[in-house]
């Protein structure tokens, strides 16, 4: 398959989250701060990178995907770091989750028999990601913090269509 033929095959729901992904690290970089822009950047390029290895359309042998996915991960530390230094505990407590949910996938890539062993802890623990990261946009929302409301819906809608395919994932409920 062409990259032509693939793009107009691909979702066009999962486009636009792409696209509305791809603005807000503009919108970050001219309303926010440096580091908020560079984490926005970081975090659509793994989500990019976790979607080409799924769709087994990655332009990179699987040495080079971990490589950048390692460095990413990197820069992704480093701005947890400065969210900490900064007292930006909303932001900490955002990170944390979704280091868990970047945990939970890679144990999906990497140990699929461990998974299969324990389906319904795997789930669960998702589950549980997931609730947190919707309590994280209501945090935002009392605080009148609409970017990061809007940013943080929009990384749940993301994941949960792209990532998770939330759809096959709630089939594991009825097995």
């Not at 955002?94 to 028999?113: C, D």
Request: net charge negative.
């Amino acid at each position: 398959m062409s990259n032509a033929e693939f793009f107009l095959s691909y979702p066009k729901f999962k486009l636009a989250i792409l696209a509305l992904l791809t603005l807000n690290i503009g919108i970050y970089a001219a309303l926010d701060t440096l580091t908020t822009a560079v984490d926005a950047l970081v975090w659509v390029i793994l989500l990019v990178m976790f979607e080409l290895e799924t769709v087994k359309a990655s332009p990179f042998n699987e040495t080079t995907l971990h490589a950048i996915r390692n460095g990413l991960i990197v820069v992704i530390a480093l701005v947890f770091g400065s969210y900490v230094r900064d007292n930006e505990w909303l932001d900490v407590s955002n990170s944390l989750l979704w280091f868990a949910l970047i945990v939970l996938l890679e144990l999906e890539v990497r140990w699929p028999s461990l998974l299969a062993r324990h389906r319904r802890l795997f789930w669960l623990m998702t589950v549980a990601v997931f609730v947190g990261l919707i309590g994280m946009v209501v945090a935002w929302l009392t605080q009148s913090d609409w970017l990061d409301a809007y940013d943080a819906l929009l990384w749940i809608a993301a994941f949960g269509v792209i990532e998770v395919d939330i759809f096959h994932f709630l089939q594991l409920t009825r097995d």
